[in-house]
């Protein structure tokens, strides 16, 4: 069979395309530039083209697979109409291959997704179960963002952006959180819990549904056949996390109360309390799965992050650089609330928006997500899928910060960020640079500074 990426080089598409190429399937596809993953794909046996062009679509290709980000009047997906080939998003071919795993699991949630995936899968490769893994982010104890496993085991991140998940067939399913994102897809919160409820119903009864009891918008298990199990901090959930303490580097430590029976002495490798939650709701998913306990405790404390998760990049001039993913307000105050547990001198926040639609919907919310950093910097928004509207931009953002009494610049080029940084950061300081676009160009480029 021969089957064409459109967008191959995305970190999902990618990921599906290996699983193809390792299951002997003819694989091209193609992208608008070159990367480690093209050159990855490419040594393994993919025809790779740079640009996207109607040619790229020859008669022998069998299905052609695109992404959400790939617009309707992309030159190869209409010709691969024109040619009457069979066309299908990612997360409908996901959900296909997801059909040949008994125990395929799906995390999804407004954040957390990368990191919960990353821990699971770090707990079932320390049981030896051998999973295939999918993951968007670099996970470096499997040299990357997926693993072919040859074993019933699946465990696939799950986003709810244009109801992608609802493609999935999960046999247990994690909701870390529910919060308004994607408004440029969804109308409101309402239509976002509606989406969350027709995940719940895809699982089979005897699935699980593993959610965030303590999230507000967890109202959710109407029509669910599957097991509920919520977790949380507070007492009227199945699975009650107890007894938190961190250490000095901001990593937790806590007991859990599982069903009436206790659980002592987890430890993580990884800071802050939105990282104990993630913990909670996969080890929940691994003791439900097999695997015993004493090996989920170890996995756990295995796990050391994720490229782009509070990811330690260096130093400039005894400063720490940090880099996060954090692109969504609540994102942002969990990330710069573990930073300030352990920051010595001044805590800076380098930002920089993703998208306009998320950017003016939550505006005010980002106006309050800064509080604990000491300087905050905002750069250009990166606009990602969209054409800018011209109804915003990140000076409003600036405003509103200094309104709220938050030290914030605006600076456009991320040059002028390097040099503004090199002049003001001193030792013990932190430096975050937050986003889910290129952002962390800055903290390299700093970083070579030194």
Request: aromatic share 8%; with cysteine.
């Amino acid at each position: 069979m021969n089957i064409h990426f459109i967008g191959i080089g995305g970190i999902s598409m990618s990921a599906l395309a290996e699983i193809c190429i390792n299951k002997k399937y003819n694989v091209s596809g193609s992208d608008m530039h070159g990367s480690e993953l093209t050159e990855k794909l490419a040594s393994q046996g993919a025809k790779i083209f740079i640009g996207h062009a109607k040619e790229n679509i020859s008669d022998d290709i069998d299905i052609v697979v695109y992404t959400a980000a790939i617009h309707p009047d992309n030159p190869e997906l209409i010709e691969a109409k024109n040619k009457n080939k069979l066309t299908i998003n990612r997360a409908a071919f996901l959900g296909q291959l997801m059909r040949e795993y008994k125990n395929s699991i799906a995390v999804s949630g407004t954040h957390g997704k990368t990191t919960t995936t990353s821990m699971l899968s770090t707990i079932f490769e320390h049981a030896e179960l051998d999973p295939t893994i999918l993951v968007g982010g670099n996970l470096k104890s499997i040299g990357g963002n997926v693993k072919i496993g040859h074993s019933d085991h699946f465990i696939t991140e799950a986003c709810e952006y244009v109801d992608s998940f609802l493609n999935f067939n999960p046999k247990i399913a994690i909701v870390l959180n529910i919060e308004e994102d994607h408004l440029d897809y969804f109308s409101g919160i309402d239509e976002i819990k509606a989406s969350f409820n027709k995940f719940g119903k895809l699982l089979p009864s005897d699935g699980y549904f593993v959610i965030n009891g303590d999230n507000q918008n967890m109202d959710i298990l109407h029509d669910v056949k599957a097991k509920a199990i919520k977790f949380g901090k507070k007492e009227s959930n199945d699975v009650i996390i107890e007894n938190i303490a961190f250490d000095d580097l901001g990593c937790g430590s806590f007991d859990l109360n599982y069903m009436g029976k206790k659980l002592t002495g987890f430890k993580l490798s990884v800071p802050g309390l939105h990282n104990i939650y993630n913990a909670t709701s996969a080890i929940i998913v691994s003791l439900v799965s097999g695997i015993d306990l004493e090996t989920v405790k170890e996995g756990i404390i295995d796990y050391t992050g994720v490229g782009r998760r509070f990811e330690r990049k260096g130093q400039y001039n005894g400063a720490a650089i940090i880099d996060d993913y954090a692109h969504h307000p609540t994102e942002i105050k969990a990330t710069l609330s573990t930073a300030k547990r352990f920051k010595k001198g001044t805590l800076w926040c380098v930002f920089q928006p993703h998208t306009y639609s998320r950017t003016i919907s939550l505006l005010d919310e980002f106006a309050e997500a800064f509080y604990s950093a000491d300087k905050v910097i905002i750069t250009d928004i990166y606009a990602a899928r969209e054409d800018d509207p011209g109804t915003v931009h990140s000076r409003d953002l600036v405003e509103k910060l200094q309104h709220n009494n938050v030290d914030a610049i605006y600076i456009s080029q991320f040059e002028d960020i390097v040099k503004y940084l090199k002049e003001n950061v001193k030792e013990n300081d932190v430096v975050i640079t937050t986003g889910a676009g290129p952002i962390y160009l800055v903290g390299e480029e700093l970083i070579k500074e030194n």
